[in-house]
């Protein structure tokens, strides 16, 4: 059989086994961006994405190298026309001709370009390209036709294109934007059976408004939920509330057969002094708890039976970024290729944590909780920055917490020689105080990877040092 056929062949099994959208449970890819000065070959960077699982990524660009790297990798991508060439492409159907000629044939199907990103929020783009957009999808659409290629073509959109999104089930577009280019724009989405992208930031979202949104609601952590006072859907994620407000938007104008992929999300690992929020710790639980809350299945209470799809931002920590310190810190990778945090990637990932099954019976929510310490321990007031620790939950019970202890220092691995008899930290001889040493024993020597610290609802993290009597808990090993 030629190459070319068994390409093709391979391209097709990929697209049909329920890349996006027929799975069961969600799918998590990661955007790649390149505006640094100090990242790895992208040859290098195929192996990096193979050895984490990862089998989805977006870039920003059609970069010969990068596609030329990632052919036969069976890693799908999402390739992009930038927005300065979308004049171009909208005012000539040749013009888009030529860009595929030139920038998706000579890789496809070898590199499994499933999508065109068609701009990138070109509602806030300051040159004024919007005008543009709707036919400027429908050439390059038009061009991939002619040559029988199959390839989704959308745009993503930042949620600044809502003029209203709170609560969730009075989200609207902005009625600027509707004739010129919303409708449009959806009607050719549900025509190519294509799916509409969005970039969404709880991070922002919190940023301006951390008096009223709690920091646990958008980090995907145990909370009380935000209630929608006219669909009476309790939200426990901000992520999910403002997804559902695209989709209330969508509804509106009765497109409630387009669905949606979540093109960007992510949270920086640093941020200057007026970026609420930004830090490692932080990003590790947002990113984390969102692979979980994706990979075991669900929707949106909007949209509970299409699993999600969610692009991390970024792929790495981009040097050369302008803006604000946070700009330059939203990798899950140094360019050193090491790990900014440890979170899982990809289902394996999370089988291969003791807590990847959720402890609550619900699919739909297991955070990382960070709380306060237990009120049975002596906790300094000291904060350690960027610091974290694992303490037993006392509320679920001697059993499960027993239970949780004998697995954290037999199987677990922990070191639980500190609280035998006659040890440094036998004292206070309690419970819950010999599994909160256990426990953080095991999520330290697990280098605080997000999921390790949960023994089915029996822990959490603490973000001071949990001192019971004079026993002081390791921060690392």
């Known amino acids: 059989m030629a190459s070319s056929t068994i390409n093709t062949l391979l391209l ?87 860009w595929v000629q030139s920038n998706i044939l000579p890789y496809h199907p070898s590199t499994l370009i499933e999508a065109i990103a068609v701009g990138n929020e070109v509602f806030v783009d300051p040159n004024n390209t919007t005008d543009f957009l709707v036919p400027a999808m429908k050439n390059v659409y038009a061009s991939l036709q002619k040559n ?47 799916y509409l992208m969005v970039n969404a930031y709880p991070f922002f979202a919190y940023g301006a408004n951390t008096d009223t949104i709690s920091l646990d609601y958008a980090l995907l952590r145990d909370n009380n939920g935000v209630k929608d006072p006219k669909t009476g859907i309790t939200y426990k994620t901000l992520l999910e509330a403002q997804l559902d407000a695209v989709y209330a938007a969508m509804d509106a104008l009765q497109f409630n057969d387009v669905k949606i992929v979540v093109s960007e999300t992510g949270w920086p690992s640093k941020g200057d002094s007026n970026e609420p929020g930004a830090g490692e710790d932080n990003a590790a639980q947002y990113n984390g708890n969102l692979v979980r809350r994706v990979l075991t299945g669900g ?33 899950l990778f140094f360019p050193n290729e090491e790990k900014v945090y440890n979170v899982p990637l990809s289902r394996q990932a999370l089988a291969d944590l003791p807590s990847a099954a959720a402890s609550n019976g619900s699919k739909s929510q297991v955070p990382v909780v960070e709380a306060p310490a ?21 509320n679920v019970g001697d059993e499960k917490l027993q239970a949780a202890l004998d697995y954290a220092c037999g199987e677990g691995g922990a070191d639980c020689r500190p609280i035998q008899s006659g040890a440094t930290c036998y004292n206070p001889s309690t419970l819950e105080a010999h599994a909160s040493y256990a426990f953080n024993s095991y999520y330290q020597k697990q280098t605080r990877v997000s999921g390790s610290c949960d023994f089915g609802g029996a822990a959490y993290v603490v973000s001071q040092p949990p001192r019971f009597g004079s026993c002081k808990f390791p921060t690392g090993y």
């Open 12 to 98: 097709l099994l990929h697209l049909f086994s329920g890349v996006a959208f027929s799975a069961s449970t969600g799918m998590i890819g990661v955007n790649y961006g390149r505006i640094a000065d100090n990242l790895p070959d992208p040859t290098k960077v195929v192996q990096l994405l193979k050895s984490n699982a990862i089998d989805h990524i977006k870039l920003y660009d059609t970069d010969s190298t990068v596609l030329k790297a990632l052919s036969g990798s069976n890693i799908a991508v999402t390739v992009a026309l930038p927005n300065q060439l979308l004049s171009s492409a909208a005012a000539n159907q040749a013009f888009t001709d030529n």
């Open 148 to 194: 029988k290629i199959s390839i989704n073509v959308s745009s993503p959109i930042a949620l600044s294109a809502l003029a209203t999104s709170y609560p969730s089930s009075s989200g609207s577009f902005k009625p600027d934007l509707l004739e010129p280019v919303i409708k449009p724009m959806l009607s050719f989405l549900k025509k190519t059976g294509s």
């Open 299 to 331: 929707g949106t209470p909007l949209r509970p039976n299409d699993p999600l799809v969610v692009y991390l931002f970024a792929l790495f920590n981009e040097d050369q970024k302008t803006g604000p310190t946070s700009e330059r810190n939203y990798g």
């Open 374 to 394: 237990p009120s049975s321990g002596d906790v300094s007031a000291a904060n350690t920055v960027g610091q974290t620790w694992c303490v037993a939950n006392g």
